[in-house]
């Protein structure tokens, strides 16, 4: 299986620029993911990476090192509708089942 | 476009009784589909996933169940329920075991009283 460790809450201010990070072990990497997930509401996909580097839409960015173990989510130009739980997730192709294990979220508090 | 629905979008039931959630998505053809559930402050955990009609694997044992009886319908189940079955169930889709990503129905909050 996968363990997953992201901070539980962050707080930034409006217009900042906020990382929260994920780290994970893993046997058989095959792809790492974040969602966002306002309070009350599902999970919205945000990224996908799978290789390393960088992965840029708009305000977000995702970035990835496999060797590490690790990855961030980059959220720029905070704006309030921001405030959300960030959902990182791992999948692991190596018993086969190719199924996604989600870490516990950050809570992210973005103040005027 | 692809769209997953799911009902009802909240359930107050008593403990014993029965459970029926209902999972349908549009648009696309085999998809992978899943039961989540989220307790309160956790993260998401999952309960069921299939890859076809008829296919069902469970990750926890649970007095729950599944059913795919259509391609795209999924169907999540319990004969009795227990207290500790309250919480935000949500359904998802992905497109193939190694796609892009899941689609995350409404979800569906359920409490148990």
């Known amino acids: 299986g996968q363990n997953i460790d992201q901070p539980t809450e962050m707080t930034a201010t409006e217009g900042a620029i906020v990382q929260i990070n994920c780290t994970y072990q893993?046997?058989?990497?095959?792809?790492l993911f974040w969602y966002q997930q306002h309070a009350g509401e599902a999970p919205t996909f945000l990224s996908y990476n799978v290789l390393d580097g960088l992965e840029e839409k708009g305000r977000f960015s995702s970035f990835l090192s496999r060797s590490k173990g690790y990855s961030y989510l980059l959220l720029k130009e905070l704006q309030m509708k921001d405030s959300a739980s960030y959902l990182c997730?791992?999948?692991?192709?190596?018993?086969?089942?190719?199924?996604?294990?989600f870490g516990r979220g950050t809570s992210l508090i973005v103040h005027p | 476009s692809q769209t997953i629905h799911q009902w009802p979008a909240t359930l107050v039931q008593p403990v014993g009784s029965p459970l029926s959630l209902e999972c349908t998505v549009e648009g696309t053809s085999n998809p992978n589909l899943y039961w989540y559930r989220q307790a309160a402050g956790r993260g998401l955990q999952l309960l069921f996933y299939s890859v076809g009609i008829g296919q069902i694997s469970s990750e926890v044992p649970q007095n729950l169940s599944a059913s795919r009886p259509q391609d795209r319908q999924f169907i999540l189940s319990s004969k009795k329920l227990l207290l500790s079955d309250s919480g935000f169930y949500l359904c998802?889709?992905?497109?193939?075991?190694?796609?892009?990503?899941?689609?995350f129905g409404p979800g569906t909050r359920l409490t148990v009283t």
């Open positions: 998802a889709w992905s497109a193939a075991a190694t796609g892009r990503g899941q689609y």
């Open positions: 893993t046997s058989g990497f095959n792809g």
């Open positions: 997730a791992v999948r692991d192709g190596s018993g086969g089942s190719y199924i996604p294990t």
